[in-house]
């Protein structure tokens, strides 16, 4: 299993960026799929989700500003993240399963660093 993410970078508060997990080596069609993120010397906090099916689920904080989407034919996920906010800056990852288990298999990203600073 390999995960990689992209698409971080620094931005302006009221910024957007679109983040990229490119999956392999498990059927990514048949997988949820979460962002999760860590920001420095905090937990790791759930983003948002998707289905096999598309469905998907925010935490409040990303709700109306994040849209997770994607794409099987790419095995990829992506983090649409629109009117970003200094309070978003952290380190995010993709990683396999839903709200309830995400991360449970340990498979995780290196990681890309998002930082929303003026």
């Known amino acids: 299993v390999q995960l990689v993410e992209s698409g971080g970078g620094l931005v302006q508060p009221g910024g957007s960026l679109r983040l990229s997990c490119a999956a392999s080596?498990?059927?990514?069609?048949?997988?949820?799929m979460t962002w999760a993120r860590q920001a420095s010397g905090l937990g790791i906090e759930w983003v948002s989700s998707?289905?096999?099916?598309?469905?998907?689920y925010y935490a409040d904080s990303a709700k109306g500003r994040f849209t997770i989407s994607r794409d099987n034919a790419k095995n990829t996920v992506y983090l649409q993240m629109n009117s970003l906010k200094p309070d978003d800056t952290a380190v995010y990852y993709c990683t396999i399963g839903d709200k309830s288990d995400y991360g449970s298999g340990g498979y995780w990203g290196q990681g890309t660093q998002v930082t929303v600073s003026s």
């Open positions: 080596g498990f059927t990514f069609s048949s997988t949820a």
């Open positions: 998707i289905s096999r099916l598309g469905d998907t």
